[in-house]
């Protein structure tokens, strides 16, 4: 059994700053491409930032400089942290992973947490 679960949201005002973490766990072996998606209410979810397993970045246009996504690989992690919030940045924040390798050989694609509350308060 192969989990996902963030932490680190919460209600921040405006112009402040959250560290949200991904733990993967269970049998893994690898963890291939990772990413953080939002979605708030009444809206589709969006990405927000990607990561490749060789540590390769890329950002939604509107997170560009002031979101950093980052891995860390030896503790199955991965952080988003995100500075200048915004009232507009309060969604839910899942993290996904798109192809874990288990080390009993399984091959688990799409796996979703279940997601943090990031609240922004103007």
């Known amino acids: 059994q192969v989990q996902l679960v963030e932490s680190g949201g919460g209600l921040v005002q405006a112009g402040g700053s959250l560290r949200l973490s991904c733990v993967v766990s269970g049998d893994i072996f690898e963890i291939h491409d990772m990413a953080w998606y939002r979605q708030a209410p009444m809206k589709q979810r969006e990405l927000v930032a990607r990561i490749t397993i060789h540590g390769n970045t890329n950002y939604a246009d509107s997170m560009k400089g002031r979101f950093t996504i980052s891995r860390d690989s030896a503790k199955n992690t991965m952080y988003l942290q995100m500075n200048s919030l915004k009232p507009e940045d309060t969604a839910v924040y899942h993290c996904?992973?798109?192809?874990?390798?288990?080390?009993?050989?399984?091959?688990?694609?799409?796996?979703w947490g279940p997601g943090t509350q990031v609240t922004v308060s103007s």
């Open positions: 996904y992973a798109d192809r874990i390798l288990t080390g009993g050989g399984l091959t688990i694609d799409e796996t």
